[in-house]
């Protein structure tokens, strides 16, 4: 059998053994139903797109030394994330994201981490206050608004729930928290 037989060979029987997959003992497969995000039919006339987020993605949030392994050290098993961005009279910018953790106490410190440094990732004016109707388990961050004629609000949403945190921001001229909380509520009846 010549080199590049064997090679192909080899080549065939590790892709067989599923070797170099995600998903071992180390790093378990996540389902795209334990990480729920806003539906595509949530945000009418706006386009989608879907991406995994890992812990370099979460650090890139804020400009805060060692995040990745301070996320890593929670036990970040894994994200997903659902950007909807388009013109529209209704919303114009909407990221939901699901994040799982090996548990709920690592959930709760990231959840916690944000809030504490709540700066960082959303600007030094941020308005921080508890979820509306949600006791202690989440966060609605108003970042000020940018100094753009006809600016639109931003909201977001953090919410721990148990493995789960679920971030939601929603931005355009219908934004409110009542709709934020809406549509986080669709996300976390999901769960």
Known sequence: MNRIARLCLLLALLAASGCGQPGNQHSPVISNARLPVLATSAVPGI???TTRLTTADLAKDAAIRGLAAKIASWGYLGG???TFQ????HLTLVISRALIFRDATGAQHYAAFV???QAPFFGTSVQARPLPGRSGSGWLFIPPPCACHMANPALIGV???GSRVLWLEINGPTATPVLLMRLLDSVRNAV
């Open 159 to 161: 919410l721990d729930a």
């Open 80 to 82: 997903r994330q659902r």
């Open 47 to 49: 386009s989608s797109v």
């Open 86 to 89: 388009g013109e529209s009279h």
């Open 115 to 117: 809030r504490e440094h």
